[in-house]
């Protein structure tokens, strides 16, 4: 497995894993015909969009040259949060067939050392309320639910909760 920068390039592929992996993940959660809407063409586009903005920041993960999984980060527009210390998961997705191997969490960790590495303290993501088996994940990788809640309208309304996490390296004096 590889984890780079993604590239305009990788849109599509991104859109594949994107739109597979929410049509297994939240089967029964997000309403059927939302997830039957999704698109890998209309994903793509706005995955080229994004990506050429640079707004946010992209990493995936290959596997003998294919994508299979995509990590986003940027701006936390949320008011309760220090922006200038602070950045939002915004997506990160796998496809379904490398789900609990270990992928998810080195693709997020990458993300983490690059975060640090600009001196960001704190990082945080929303997750839909009902989705344990992500839960589980973030709370692997050292996310914390810290009391924040919003309704996210997918097709229906979903009430999500919010994860933070310090990301700040501790000092060690010797």
Known sequence: MNLRCAKYDDAFAIARVHVNSWRAAY?????????????YFRGAEAFRKSILEGKEDFYVAEEKGDVIGFLAIGACPDPDVDQKITREVLAIYLAPE???KGIGGALYREGEGFLRSR??????????????????????????????????NVGAPLDTIRYSKDIKECMRFH
């Open 27 to 39: 089967r029964g959660l997000v309403p059927d015909d939302r997830l039957a809407k999704l698109d």
């Open 119 to 152: 001196g960001y303290l704190r990082v945080v993501l929303w997750a839909f309320k009902d989705n344990e088996r992500a839960q589980r994940f973030y709370e692997a990788v050292g996310f914390l639910a810290d009391g924040a809640t919003r309704v996210l």
């Open 98 to 100: 490398f789900w609990r």
